[in-house]
């Protein structure tokens, strides 16, 4: 028998399981980041914006980095 749920219920489940409290800040506190980017873009001043894209980047290939001496090392 399949359990049909609501899609109230639906919902529910999908944010409980998304564990949103744990990504809602981090995304919230970017929107005025993420927007200043933009806003300097549509000036026309692209390098600025190339300036505060730099420390995403570097942190993101460094996350990348990490992830993947992990799994080279505990792999085996």
Do not use: D, K, T
């Given at each position: 028998?399949i359990l049909?749920?609501?899609?109230?219920?639906?919902?529910?489940h999908g944010?409980?399981?998304?564990?949103?409290?744990?990504?809602?800040?981090?995304?919230?506190?970017?929107?005025?980041?993420?927007?200043?980017?933009?806003?300097?873009?549509?000036?026309?001043?692209?390098?600025?914006?190339?300036?505060?894209?730099?420390?995403?980047?570097?942190?993101?290939?460094?996350?990348?980095?990490?992830?993947?001496?992990?799994?080279?090392?505990?792999?085996?």
């Amino acid at each position: 028998m399949i359990l049909r749920l609501s899609p109230w219920r639906r919902l529910r489940h999908g944010l409980i399981r998304s564990r949103w409290r744990r990504w809602f800040l981090p995304s919230l506190c970017a929107l005025p980041y993420v927007a200043s980017i933009v806003w300097l873009l549509l000036l026309g001043e692209g390098w600025i914006a190339q300036v505060l894209l730099a420390p995403l980047l570097m942190g993101s290939l460094l996350g990348l980095l990490s992830l993947w001496l992990a799994r080279e090392e505990f792999h085996r």
